[in-house]
């Protein structure tokens, strides 16, 4: 079953066909990647599944609910987290604080009282911290819980990110570029905690530069070029490709 369904989505920036004309499904418990050169509109594309822009047309349906229109805070309690292209931590924050921050956003007392600081109740923290510290073991950095986020390594921050996105408890994750800036063994790293993601019954779809991480992590793979969907497959249908080669031998 499709939990993602895209039809026909435009997003013009003036004259500039960011997205144009883009449809395509995501299966339920799969990683899909979405690949093309810089300037594709990738990121524009999570921006519009997301909520953080509104499209020009088109319509995109998560588990058979359009998206159109509501906000992002709404798309996010419908069950869509994300990551983001640069690493964004929390300066003077833990790893675990950095983690936490993601579940508040999600407990009864909830945003608005994070905000102001409002008291929850103990067992309400006790619930998050618990979680939270589950979720960095789950992701292999449990050791480093109690460490200033941002003087981890880059790959453990992607894990921390990781960890904040699974917060929100989505059944569907964004991952912008989750192994930009890492090394080679990271890139394999990640890669091992996106499958065991997915592993745990979550749908992942991926924004990535890094070809090997791609073909070896992706059940399916759509590319996009100027906006436009070009081709849509599987990972050997899609290195096969003639038009996909040419895209990016040409760049
Ligand atoms: N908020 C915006 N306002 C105006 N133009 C934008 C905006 N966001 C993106 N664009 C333009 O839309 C096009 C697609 O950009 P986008 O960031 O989606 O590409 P991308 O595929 O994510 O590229 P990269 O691989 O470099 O991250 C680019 O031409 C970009 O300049
Ligand atoms: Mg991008």
């Known amino acids: 079953m499709a939990l993602l369904?895209?039809?026909?989505?435009?997003?013009?920036?003036?004259?500039?066909?960011?997205?144009?004309?883009?449809s395509f499904a995501v299966e339920e418990k799969s990683i899909k990647a979405v690949i093309g050169p810089n300037g594709a509109g990738k990121t524009t594309l999570f921006n519009l599944i997301a909520g953080s822009l509104p499209s020009t047309s088109g319509s995109i349906v998560f588990n058979g609910q359009e998206l159109n229109r509501r906000k992002p805070y709404q798309i996010a309690g419908l069950g869509i987290a994300r990551t983001f292209q640069n690493i964004k931590m929390f300066n003077g924050m833990t790893a675990l604080e950095n983690v936490m921050v993601g579940r508040h956003v999600q407990s009864r007392a909830g945003?608005?009282?994070?905000?102001f600081r409002l008291p929850?109740?103990?067992q309400e923290e006790k619930d998050i911290y618990t979680?939270?510290?589950?979720?960095?073991?789950?992701?292999?950095?449990?050791?480093?819980?109690?460490?200033e986020a941002t003087s981890l390594s880059f790959g453990q921050q992607r894990a921390v990110e990781l960890a904040r996105a699974l917060a929100l408890e989505p059944t569907l994750l964004l991952l912008d570029e989750p192994a930009a800036g890492l090394?080679?063994?990271?890139?394999?790293?990640?890669?091992?905690l996106i499958t065991k993601i997915r592993d745990l019954g979550i749908t992942v779809l991926l924004v990535e530069h890094d070809m090997s991480l791609v073909?070896?992590?992706?059940?399916?793979?759509?590319?996009?070029?100027?906006?436009?969907?070009?081709?849509?497959?599987?990972?050997?249908?899609?290195?096969?490709?003639?038009?996909?080669?040419k895209v990016y031998l040409g760049e």
Do not use: C
């Open 215 to 245: 073909m070896d992590i992706s059940d399916e793979i759509v590319v996009l070029s100027f906006g436009e969907k070009i081709a849509e497959g599987l990972p050997v249908d899609i290195q096969n490709n003639s038009e996909v080669i």
């Open 131 to 147: 979680k939270a510290m589950g979720l960095l073991d789950f992701l292999e950095i449990g050791e480093y819980a109690n460490m």
């Open 5 to 22: 369904e895209l039809d026909s989505v435009h997003k013009r920036f003036g004259g500039l066909k960011a997205v144009n004309d883009v």
């Open 111 to 115: 945003f608005i009282s994070s905000m």
């Open 183 to 192: 090394n080679i063994y990271e890139t394999a790293e990640v890669g091992r």
């Open 120 to 122: 929850r109740t103990w």
